[in-house]
Nanobody
Framework: QVQLVESGGGLVQPGGSLRLSCVVSGSIFRINAMGWYRQVAGKERELVATITSGGSTNYAASVKGRASISRDNAKNTVYLEMNSLKPEDAAVYYC??????????????WGQGTQVTVSS
């Protein structure tokens, strides 16, 4: 099994910044893409940013220019840094990892989520 644990959420003032981390552990063979999604109660989970194993990134239009996703493959960790936070950035942030087994079977694993609140 593969587990993901996020950290770094909390209360941030508008205009502030945050750094989220997500550590992948367990029976890891190969992690392909990793990324972050967010969800507000009553709404669908939406993409924030993704990063491939080679470091190519993709961002949602709503965070482009304010967010930076990175990963440390040696530590099986993905990071999300965001600045100029807005109240609409408040959500539960989930990380995911596209994991492949030695037999080539792929599965997305998700973290439990970390709450980000943007308020003065």
């Amino acid at each position: 099994q593969v587990q993901l644990v996020e950290s770094g959420g909390g209360l941030v003032q508008p205009g502030g910044s945050l750094r989220l981390s997500c550590v992948v552990s367990g029976s890891i063979f190969r992690i392909n893409a990793m990324g972050w999604y967010r969800q507000v109660a009553g709404k669908e989970r939406e993409l924030v940013a993704t990063i491939t194993s080679g470091g190519s990134t993709n961002y949602a239009a709503s965070v482009k220019g304010r967010a930076s996703i990175s990963r440390d493959n040696a530590k099986n960790t993905v990071y999300l840094e965001m600045n100029s936070l807005k109240p609409e950035d408040a959500a539960v942030y989930y990380c995911y990892a596209d994991h492949a087994t030695v037999w080539g079977r792929r599965k997305d694993y998700w973290g439990q989520g970390t709450q980000v609140t943007v308020s003065s």
